[in-house]
Nanobody, 118 residues
Framework: QVQLVESGGGLVQAGGSLRLSCAAS????????AGWYRQAPGKQRELVAT???????NYADSVKGRFTISEDNAKNTVYLQMNSLKPEDTAVYYC????????????WGQGTQVTVSS
């Protein structure tokens, strides 16, 4: 079993920055990849960024050049550094992790609210 806990969300002005953290505990060795999703009310859930166990990253076009996903293996933590935030980035952000032998996200965090004001 893996537990994921997000933190770092909040309210910022457009152009500001936030760093989200996702702390994992439990059977860390079962995780093959991790990522961040976001969802605004009434909108489809969007995959924002992913990182594999080998460090390969991928980003949605809407956040390329502004967001950076990284990992600290010593702390079992994945981060999402968000710079140059825009109002359209407002959403609940969820940390998720894939498990070896499964396709797609298997473990999910509880979500953290990010609100960007105009």
């Amino acid at each position: 079993q893996v537990q994921l806990v997000e933190s770092g969300g909040g309210l910022v002005q457009a152009g500001g920055s936030l760093r989200l953290s996702c702390a994992a505990s439990g059977s860390i060795g079962s995780i093959s990849a991790a990522g961040w999703y976001r969802q605004a009310p009434g909108k489809q859930r969007e995959l924002v960024a992913t990182i594999t166990s080998s460090g390969r990253t991928n980003y949605a076009d809407s956040v390329k050049g502004r967001f950076t996903i990284s990992e600290d293996n010593a702390k079992n933590t994945v981060y999402l550094q968000m710079n140059s935030l825009k109002p359209e980035d407002t959403a609940v952000y969820y940390c998720a992790a894939d498990r070896w032998g499964y396709n797609g996200a298997y473990y999910w965090g509880q979500g953290t609210q990010v609100t960007v004001s105009s």
